[in-house]
């Protein structure tokens, strides 16, 4: 099997790692869909769901900076096998206790096992093929992910609407078996990458968010993260609220997906045209945008096309983010920086649900979506004033 690995060229390693982490994002992005219309069926209220989806974001607002840490030190695969196994035994808890009471335990451990899985992932695609593939990597990681948070969604709306929600949690954790399978048996797929010496003077990790450029990628994607989030967590309430079923809700959140895809698609070429402050600058507006838009709206195909336009205006992120991190972090260090986006991107995916379920709850859809408009559009503000240098660091 090693010498099979041997023989793929970097375009093939690069479809096999994007294959695997779509694989497990769909379990993921599935598993905040079920996690939420189950937990509405059961009786579930606003806050309750707030505090679901927040228990995505709390192992790895905690531990990503570890993970990251413990990824620069040992073989890629390690991580990545037990970060899809995680997730696949966490969604088969739903079918041996049902009830309200173990969706805490799915949402806790779905977090924490996927990030395991992506920051590793993501930490070696910027050296996959050289200087030059670096943009096209993250792009096609990127559109690999919009993939998942089309099909996750989608096909668990459709599933719970036809063969009911428990069972629809083992479907998604079997999204999970190919990537364990391939890690396990092509053990030298994964291109080797920089390891930092425990021996060798690392620093801290405010070292590494005290360098301008860092520090603007990381503040830009946990803006963007803050949009895209509100999103996945409000849109099946809101949905549920004026009477629309759960698949067209799980459609609606798809076509998210497409947009991301869509524009992703033309991410190299957006980075020759426009810096990656440009590009940042101008996701934040057009999600503002849509947000102002989104209460003045009952009809799913309208909501379909305002969730085309939030896909529009996130879907450049990640990928420049991603791209950044790997350009402007020490040699070394590059999981250990996922690990603090992550975090950072995390911590705002652990605030939000808890806030605005609360304001939500109090003050009504309007208020929640308009509040998030003006963050966004304060954050838009604040990237125009920003410079992000781009230089190249091929000795990684």
Not at 25 to 46: D, E
Not at 142 to 167: R, V
Not at 301 to 312: K, Q, R, V, W
């Amino acid at each position: 099997m090693s010498s099979l690995a041997n023989r793929f060229d970097s375009r093939m390693t690069i479809y096999l790692i994007v294959l695997m982490g779509t694989l497990v994002h769909i379990g993921f992005t599935g598993s905040r869909v079920a996690v939420s219309l189950y937990a509405l069926n059961q009786g579930a209220n606003q806050i309750e769901i707030g505090a679901l989806v927040a228990l995505y974001a709390v192992c790895p607002a905690l531990l990503s900076i570890v993970i990251g840490k413990f990824s620069d030190r040992v073989a890629t695969r390690v991580p990545m096998i037990i970060g899809a196994a995680g997730v696949g035994i966490a969604l088969l808890l739903p079918v041996t206790s049902p009830g309200i009471a173990v969706l805490f335990a799915v949402s806790f451990l779905v977090g924490l096992f996927n990030q395991t899985f992506n920051i590793p992932m993501e930490a070696i695609l910027g050296g996959i093929g050289g200087v030059d593939k670096r943009a096209r990597n993250y792009a096609l990681a990127g559109m690999g992910f919009s993939t998942a948070s089309f099909f996750g969604p989608l096909l668990t709306g459709f599933a719970i609407d036809h063969i009911g929600y428990l069972h629809v949690f083992p479907i998604l954790a079997a999204f999970t078996l190919a990537p364990i399978l391939i890690l396990w048996f092509m053990p030298t797929l994964l291109p080797k990458v920089t390891k930092h010496s425990s021996a060798e003077k690392r620093g801290s990790i405010l070292d590494l968010w005290r360098i301008p450029a860092l520090r603007s990628t990381f503040i830009a994607g946990g803006i963007i993260a803050s949009a895209w989030d509100l999103f996945q967590f409000y849109l099946p309430i809101y949905g549920h609220s004026i009477g629309l079923s759960a698949s067209a809700i799980g459609t609606i959140i798809g076509t998210v997906a497409i947009a991301t895809f869509v524009v992703r698609g033309i991410v190299p070429l957006l980075v020759k045209k426009l810096t990656e402050t440009q590009i940042m600058t101008y996701s934040i507006f057009i999600s503002a945008l849509a947000f102002v838009l989104l209460p003045f709206f009952v009809n799913p195909y309208a909501l379909a096309g305002i969730g085309f336009l939030i896909g529009m205006g996130i879907g450049c992120a990640q990928p420049i983010s991603m791209s950044l991190i790997y350009v402007m972090t020490p040699r070394g260090r590059v999981a250990e920086a996922t690990g603090l986006r992550k975090t950072v991107n995390q911590s705002t995916h652990l605030v939000i649900p808890l806030i605005f379920g609360s304001v939500g709850a109090a003050f009504g859809f309007m208020t929640v979506f308009l509040s998030t408009a003006i963050i966004l559009a304060a954050g838009g503000f604040l990237m125009q004033k920003t410079r992000v240098p781009t230089p190249d660091s091929a000795g990684k």
